[in-house]
């Protein structure tokens, strides 16, 4: 019987390795050439979703919900909670680590988020990693739009502080580990939202081309302190076309997955339009340049909609191509995307996670 155990387990094994040897096969070429074999693993791992579906995703989904905050002795997650199973996707946001504090600007603590981080990876989740630093000339907010992207780049006079910033966020990028000591992969998003005009990499604060020398130095400096377990996202807001989407894209060679936030703010026929518009943007230029494309940001404030989730969202994302939804986070009672325990709205979520094409945390394990 033993000895029957073990030929079950190493066939296992080596079906295991076969599985992951033809994901690494598949991959085109990563921003990081240098990037980690975790990190190639995730990539093919998200080219291969959409021949499933999609998978879902939350904001903070085990840091916090309605009515509770981890203290570091649960694990939680409003999303569980109604539906039995976690996302397939994590995101979470490191704001506040430039500044060299003990919590994120939600108010995470980061030695928490770093347990989080590893248990949702263990569990065989996708890890995303926004970043809202302050802006580094006011010392404010994200959301202080004074000019700062001119001083932080090569030859600008907070050029040493704006490095320093970044080696703060590649410490903390290396220190994500698994208990075997290695390092976790994770897709890193930031200075997302360029084409709006709320933050100081915005619009209205930087040029394009301003923006795209951030974001090259941005990729080059954490090369340089060795960080090798991310692929970078980019994400815009909502469109007008493909040159809206490319005004301020960096290049092929600096962009692994291609982005889009698209929140419903008004009307649910405004939001139909504009996610049925703007994915089909994003398909044909991810398709041009091989690369997988996600919805990086969406949700409905407070999920007011009667079926939004089956009969709003799903039916115009469903067969898209894209690899993944990520909702924004269930911050207090006025401010959350996803259902909780006796929210009105949530038996239409369980409807959506029992789409067979919906790809939640035991679903998205399935992917080869």
């Known amino acids: 019987m033993l000895l029957f155990v073990k030929i079950v387990s190493l066939l296992f094994f080596l079906q295991s390795c076969k599985s ?5 096969k598949k991959e085109t070429t990563l921003v990081d050439t240098h990037a980690s074999r975790h990190a190639r693993f995730l990539f093919n791992k998200i080219k291969m979703i959409p021949k499933q579906g999609y998978a879902f995703g939350h904001q903070d989904a085990t840091a916090y919900g309605i009515g509770w905050k981890n203290n570091g002795k649960q694990y939680q997650s409003d999303v569980y909670d109604v539906t039995g199973d976690y996302p397939a996707v994590y995101g979470f946001e490191i704001g506040h680590i430039e500044l060299g504090h003990a919590f994120n600007l939600d ?18 989740g996708i890890i995303t990693i926004s970043w809202h630093p302050n802006n580094p000339v006011s010392g404010k907010s994200a959301w202080d739009t004074i000019p700062a992207v001119e001083d932080i780049l090569s030859g600008g006079v907070l050029h040493a502080k704006y490095k320093d910033w970044l080696l703060k966020v590649a ?5 994500l580990r698994t208990s075997w000591g290695q390092k976790i992969p994770v897709v890193f998003r930031p200075y997302h939202e360029m084409n709006g005009s709320w933050f100081w990499w915005g619009k209205d604060s930087c040029s394009p081309q301003q923006y795209r020398q951030l974001w090259i130095e941005t990729v080059k400096q954490l090369k340089t302190y060795k960080v090798n377990n991310v692929l970078f996202a980019y994400s815009p807001n909502k ?11 960096p290049g092929d060679e600096y962009v692994d997955i291609l982005g889009i936030d698209i929140y419903q703010h008004t009307t649910t026929e405004d939001f139909i ?13 991810a398709l041009e340049k091989n690369k997988p494309f996600v919805l990086s940001e969406a949700g409905l404030n407070k999920v007011a909609v009667t079926n939004w989730w089956v009969d709003v969202l799903d039916k115009h994302i469903a067969n898209t191509g894209i690899s993944w939804a990520l909702f924004w986070r269930n911050a207090w009672p006025s401010h959350y995307f996803v259902p909780y ?9 369980k409807a959506f996670k029992n789409l067979s094409h919906v790809l939640f945390l035991e679903d998205i ?4």
């Open 171 to 175: 410490n903390f990028l290396n220190h």
């Open 107 to 124: 108010t995470v603590n980061f030695k928490m988020m770093k347990k989080l981080i590893r248990k949702a990876h263990k569990k065989g």
């Open 365 to 368: 394990k399935k992917v080869k």
């Open 273 to 285: 339009k504009a996610i049925t518009e703007d994915i089909a943007v994003v398909k044909n230029i």
């Open 239 to 249: 469109l007008k076309d493909k040159a809206d989407y490319l005004k301020y894209y």
């Open 341 to 349: 325990p006796g929210h009105k709205n949530a038996s239409d979520f």
């Open 20 to 24: 992951n040897s033809a994901l690494l």
